[in-house]
């Protein structure tokens, strides 16, 4: 695959695109800006939600996001949401009496898009104060589609936690992680990364065989198969974790040292 160039490049942005800081480093903008010209559209393939793509859409100014987990297609460009694939209420109410029933101390809060509720206990780690963010009761927050469902707990162990959320939920939602928090990311059956580049691919008329996709955490692991599976390229940050790693067809350097623009750069 010495000559193998993509004709579709996908990356995640915390700890992959994204430096500690949250920037976007000169040298991977220009990186991204010389495929870009030579016709090869970015997808931003991320757990994050709408209302947190209006920093990065500053810096691309274009192209489309696969937001929450592949629940999520956004146009960066007009910040116009394409398509939704959410849990529905009945879903949400059921996996969240069932998960309370296993582990009394969880908590539970909703990403609806554009906006983010929580129960009053949940400590957010981001976004206390935003606009959008707002505390609610659980009846409250189940009687919505929601985009992504989040459990947390605070003194289990991430791994120990998820597997757990993973067990009671089943085939009812996708149970994913992207932290090294005891948070448990679920959306809808079947939802994930890959079936939303999936989707962006086939509206440009690419196969997976000529994607590239960058990531560093098991929500990123469907993808990753997803690409490996059909001839492409897998990309694991230096810094992945060990089960992305397991399902890479690549390496490349970690988020600081500027890892997706050094490894777009050698082909």
């Not at 059921?94 to 809060?109: D, K, Y």
Request: glycine share 8%; charged share 20%.
């Amino acid at each position: 695959m010495s000559d193998w160039k993509p004709r579709l490049i996908a990356s995640d942005m915390d700890g992959t695109l994204l430096r500690h800081d949250e920037s976007v480093s000169p040298a991977t903008v220009a990186e991204l800006e010389r495929w870009r010209a030579s016709g090869v559209p970015l997808v931003l393939a991320t757990g994050r939600p709408p209302r947190w793509m209006h920093g990065i859409r500053e810096v691309l100014r274009h192209g489309t996001a696969v937001c929450c987990n592949g629940a999520v297609l956004l146009d960066l460009e007009p910040m116009e949401i394409l398509d939704e694939a959410p849990l529905l209420p009945d879903a949400l109410a059921a996996i969240t009496a069932e998960l309370r029933v296993h582990e009394p101390t969880m908590w539970f809060a909703v990403e609806y898009g554009w906006e983010f509720r929580h129960e009053p206990v949940y400590r957010p780690r981001w976004d206390v104060d935003a606009p959008g963010v707002a505390a609610a009761t659980l009846p409250e927050m189940t009687a919505t589609p929601a985009a992504k469902l989040l459990a947390r707990h605070e003194s289990m162990t991430r791994d120990a936690f998820v597997q757990l959320v993973h067990d009671v939920v089943g085939e009812r939602g996708t149970v994913t992680n992207s932290s090294t928090d005891a948070l448990a990311e679920i959306s809808a059956p079947g939802v994930t990364k890959a079936t939303g580049l999936a989707e962006v691919a086939a509206r440009h008329g690419v196969a997976p065989e000529d994607v590239v996709v960058f990531g560093d955490m098991p929500n990123d692991i469907a993808a990753f198969e997803w690409v490996r599976d059909g001839g492409g390229r897998a990309v694991a940050m230096a810094h992945a974790h060990p089960d992305l790693l397991a399902v890479a067809t690549d390496v490349t350097g970690t988020n600081d040292a500027d890892g997706v623009a050094a490894f777009l750069a050698a082909l």
